[in-house]
């Protein structure tokens, strides 16, 4: 009953959120386009049955799996990871080598261009071979890759093939909350291996739009837009033309003499992208040889601006004050997979009821497809890296490469307005003291500052902070508001002491550098919806009796974090239950434990 009432509520919020957009449904889950942000016309999805194999003995490539001729005996239903129900497999053992193997057959009105595949995201190494013949491969479980396979295409069925390496127990592994023991306890939670977001291919000419970066300018009333092309050919001109509600706001043509054609677009009375008001605009890429259109993207951008002045952040050049939730991305029925466009679209939209404007996505990479539909309703979104729990030559390699993608994909999305590359320390332990984790954490500051000048940075968000970092975040699960108001007391006029927290608040060594300070872990209120409470259940301080002595204490941890002036924002633990934790203002299966107006008239005061 509890899969059912959850796949309702998704029924349910598929009619209340028109007129955005929803997709109907097919025999293929997740038929959406995964990128609206990179859209063409001629695209296919390759989600849904592949064949499947566990090769826990690993000798698959020694066998040449790879061939395409070997039949696996398994089934498993992509984009899901083989540990969640949705695969139809679910198993949750230790299987660190998995092959994936599939037909399909190109348009034939594909037969002039060339075929690229793309991986959403496949944790942790993934090589791939199409008819035996060996495409490419990608390191790191939370980013996208893509492949050109048009040299290794034959007329009729084609076959493909993965291999997914996964070293489960691999603590210096970019894993978050992924646990490297059997079964699932305390803040750890199941596994995934291999595929885990969609899959799908398109048609492109030789020359085509690899890439979008999308810079807006709210200040000048202009966005800057670059397309990265993979070669200079000056023969050819790439076409921009933006539009708000259909009407063309502005429009610009320039010869592609370098690799990264840019151009400057004004926009005449730009409206602006807010979670009051998510304003987008429209593009249009086209890439013209002559009178002929070569390639034609379709794409958006938001009008946004986010800073930080006189202790406070700004939105749009104006104080704001930020309410964020804690937001896992676990589903019970699918693990880190969304299981639905629409699933995606209910939690944006409850976040929003439970009067919440933002969720920092905790250490989870989230899918671009959710990373749209916050774009698209207006949620604030703290983006954050997956962490790895020890430091080693190996992780700082493995963290630098994934980090730097993860970025760089995700850049074009305005609701997107903090990087957090480390939290609580995971993968630094002994920061502390260290000048090597030290210099880490810094680095990772000024290597998003490197890549991206228009969102904040978080160095390592809840303590033991450098003194490179725009925001300083605090983790504090007091257990009443009284507690919580007595401890940060005095604060506002004395900041040279920030109280610890079972951890310092800054790395030996360093000062508070002056930036905004919010709460950005608290409450972790237990209270548990429906069947008795299990073994192993719980959350932080304690789990409640009832609906209304959470709501009390929560309201209380509220009022004593509004009522201080130190601080400009926080952000509540969590969103909903997962697995075992049943802290959130939803249970698992996504029933909220209290009405939406109740929590938004404590998050609203």
């Given at each position: 009953m509890r899969k059912l009432g959850f796949y309702c509520c998704i029924l349910i919020v598929s009619i209340l959120v028109t007129p955005f957009e929803v997709t109907?449904?097919?025999?293929?889950?997740?038929?959406?386009?995964?990128?609206?942000?990179?859209?063409?016309?001629?695209?296919?999805t390759l989600n849904g049955p592949w064949e499947f194999e566990f090769d826990d003995t690993d000798r698959g490539l020694a066998e040449r799996w790879f061939t395409g001729n070997k039949?696996?005996?398994?089934?498993?239903?992509?984009?899901?990871?083989?540990?969640?129900?949705?695969?139809?497999?679910?198993?949750?053992?230790?299987?660190?080598?998995?092959?994936?193997?599939?037909?399909?057959?190109?348009?034939?009105?594909?037969?002039?261009?060339?075929?690229?595949?793309?991986?959403?995201?496949?944790?942790?190494?993934?090589?791939?071979?199409?008819?035996?013949?060996?495409?490419?491969?990608?390191?790191?479980?939370?980013?996208?890759?893509?492949?050109?396979?048009?040299?290794?295409?034959?007329?009729?069925?084609?076959?493909?093939?993965?291999?997914?390496?996964?070293?489960?127990?691999?603590?210096?592994?970019?894993?978050?909350?992924?646990?490297?023991?059997p079964r699932s306890e305390s803040i750890w939670y199941t596994r995934t291996t291999g595929?885990?977001?969609?899959?799908?291919?398109?048609?492109?000419?030789?020359?085509?739009?690899?890439?979008?970066?999308?810079?807006?300018?709210?200040?000048?009333?202009?966005?800057?837009v670059e397309a990265i092309l993979g070669k200079r050919t000056p023969d050819l001109k790439l076409r921009n033309s933006v539009r708000l509600n259909g009407t063309l706001q502005a429009q610009s043509e320039v010869a592609c003499q370098q690799e990264r054609p840019s151009t400057l677009l004004k926009l005449e009375g730009q409206q602006l992208w807010s979670p009051e008001k998510?304003?987008?605009?429209?593009?249009?890429?086209?890439?013209?040889?002559?009178?002929?259109?070569?390639?034609?993207?379709?794409?958006?951008?938001?009008?946004?601006?986010?800073?930080?002045?006189?202790?406070k952040v700004y939105l749009n050049n104006a104080p704001y004050y930020?309410?964020?939730?804690?937001?896992?991305?676990?589903?019970?029925?699918?693990?880190?997979?969304?299981?639905?466009?629409?699933?995606?679209?209910?939690?944006?939209?409850?976040?929003?009821?439970?009067?919440l404007n933002g969720a920092r996505k905790h250490q989870k990479v989230e899918d671009p497809r959710w990373l749209y539909w916050a774009d698209k309703m207006g949620l604030l979104v703290w983006g954050e890296m997956a962490n790895a729990q020890d430091y080693s030559e190996e992780y700082v390699a493995r963290f630098l490469d994934e980090w730097q993608q993860v970025v760089t994909r995700d850049y074009n999305h305005p609701s997107i307005v903090t990087w957090v590359p480390i939290n609580e320390s995971w993968g630094v332990r002994n920061i502390l003291t260290s000048f090597a984790q030290q210099e880490h954490a810094k680095t990772m500051y000024h290597l998003v500052r490197s890549l991206d000048q228009t969102r904040l940075v978080v160095d390592n968000d809840g303590w033991e902070h450098t003194d490179e970092t725009d925001l300083f975040t605090l983790h504090d699960y007091a257990r009443t508001g009284e507690q919580m108001a007595a401890?940060?007391?005095?604060?506002?006029?004395?900041?040279?002491?920030?109280?610890?927290?079972?951890?310092?608040?800054?790395?030996?060594?360093?000062?508070?550098?002056g930036t905004p300070i919010l709460m950005?872990?608290?409450?972790?209120?237990?209270?548990?919806?429906g069947a008795p409470l299990a073994e192993n259940e719980w959350g932080?301080?304690?789990?409640?009796?009832?609906?209304?002595?959470?709501?009390?204490?929560?309201?209380?941890?509220?009022?004593?974090?509004r009522a201080n002036p130190v601080f400009v924002g926080f952000c509540y633990t969590q969103l909903t239950d997962v697995e075992q934790e049943i802290n959130g203002l939803m249970t698992y299966d996504r029933k909220p434990k209290a009405e939406p107006a109740e929590f938004a008239k404590i998050f609203g005061q």
């Open positions: 109907a449904q097919t025999s293929i889950p997740r038929p959406e386009h995964p990128r609206p942000d990179m859209r063409r016309a001629d695209w296919q039949r696996f005996a398994k089934t498993i239903v992509v984009p899901y990871c083989f540990q969640s129900k949705l695969s139809g497999i679910a198993d949750t053992g230790f299987h660190d080598v998995v092959w994936y193997r599939r037909a399909f057959q190109i348009p034939d009105g594909w037969r002039s261009r060339r075929t690229m595949v793309h991986f959403g995201a496949v944790d942790y190494q993934a090589t791939v071979w199409v008819n035996g013949d060996q495409a490419g491969s990608h390191q790191g479980g939370h980013v996208s890759f893509s492949l050109d396979i048009t040299d290794q295409l034959k007329p009729g069925p084609n076959i493909i093939v993965l291999r997914a390496y996964d070293p489960s127990t691999d603590r210096s592994l970019p894993r978050g909350k992924q646990y490297w023991k595929i885990w977001q969609p899959v799908w291919m398109e048609a492109v000419e030789a020359v085509h739009v690899r890439s979008l970066r999308i810079t807006p300018d709210v200040d000048q009333s202009q966005v800057n998510p304003t987008l605009y429209d593009l249009t890429v086209e890439l013209i040889a002559g009178t002929k259109v070569l390639d034609k993207v379709e794409s958006y951008f938001g009008q946004r601006k986010v800073s930080v002045h006189a202790d930020l309410k964020l939730v804690l937001d896992q991305g676990y589903w019970p029925e699918s693990t880190l997979t969304p299981p639905s466009d629409e699933a995606m679209q209910y939690d944006i939209k409850m976040t929003k009821a439970f009067g401890k940060y007391k005095g604060l506002d006029t004395d900041r040279s002491r920030i109280p610890r927290n079972g951890r310092e608040a800054l790395a030996f060594g360093y000062k508070y550098n950005t872990e608290f409450g972790g209120i237990a209270y548990r919806v932080y301080a304690g789990i409640e009796p009832s609906r209304e002595a959470m709501l009390q204490r929560l309201d209380g941890l509220v009022k004593a974090l």
